[in-house]
């Protein structure tokens, strides 16, 4: 299993600033993944974030957009760069320690952009 | 790519009823996993059953089991004897076999009345 501990919990954020979301794992973990929850909305995959290597962003994603960081085996974080209205949602950091383990995820962050 | 269909976004049971959620998904691999989570509206998501597709046993836990029909691709969850407390977003997912990558439905959002 994995506990993971992600913050901020919620924030408002002016609009053209960013965000950087933390996610921290009690274990060492080979890849973390980083959601995107709009309202009402199932999770979407933003990226994998490999420790030593550039994350692997989904399509309609870009770095640019959000880049990660994935400096250690059990630290990430998530920033969401200029920000606009369209950006508010639940991210969410989740990991997956060993083949056929279920998804743990962190309490998510509820982005408000204003 | 596999998908992951819930055709119910809303769902009423009454307390202590039998509800049924409906998952299907489309897949060309033999081997994977299925889960079911829940979503409170605390943000957290926390898993609720899961099901190796390699077993024909359907799985149970406590108050929650599954119909897994294989070759009909379908993964419905039962939730006996509802309680106040099941009321929440409940998310059908896919992992594949060999990669950490899941696959999340849209989500079904189950109503308990007292």
């Known amino acids: 299993s994995a506990v993971i501990s992600q913050k901020p919990s919620r924030d408002i954020c002016q609009r053209g600033t960013s965000l950087t979301i933390q996610c921290q794992v009690d274990?060492?973990?080979?890849?973390m993944f980083w959601y995107r929850q709009q309202p009402g909305q199932s999770l979407t995959l933003i990226a994998t974030?490999?420790?030593?290597?550039?994350?692997?962003?989904e399509s309609g994603f870009v770095i640019d957009k959000f880049p990660i960081s994935r400096p250690n085996l059990t630290f990430s974080t998530l920033t969401v760069s200029n920000m606009s209205p369209e950006d508010s949602s639940i991210y969410l950091c989740?990991?997956?320690?060993?083949?056929?383990?279920?998804?743990?995820f962190g309490q998510g962050t509820r982005l408000t952009v204003v | 790519a596999q998908t992951v269909t819930q055709s119910q976004p809303e769902m009423s049971v009454q307390e202590a009823e039998t509800v049924t959620l409906s998952c299907t998904y489309d897949?060309?691999?033999?081997?994977?996993?299925l889960f079911w989570y829940k979503q409170p509206p605390s943000r957290q998501m926390i898993l609720v059953i899961r099901?190796?597709?390699?077993?024909?046993q359907n799985a149970t836990e406590n108050r929650f089991s599954v119909n897994f029909q294989k070759a009909a691709k379908s993964f419905s969850l039962k939730i006996s004897d509802s309680q106040l407390g099941d009321a929440a977003m409940y998310f059908c997912?896919?992992?594949?076999?060999?990669?950490?990558?899941?696959?999340f439905g849209s989500g079904t959002k189950l109503n308990v009345k007292p």
């Open positions: 989740s990991v997956a320690p060993a083949t056929g383990d279920e998804a743990f």
């Open positions: 274990s060492q973990v080979t890849m």
């Open positions: 974030a490999n420790q030593g290597s550039e994350a692997t962003y």
């Open positions: 897949t060309s691999e033999s081997d994977y996993y």
């Open positions: 099901q190796e597709a390699y077993k024909q």
């Open positions: 997912a896919y992992r594949t076999y060999n990669f950490n990558k899941f696959y």
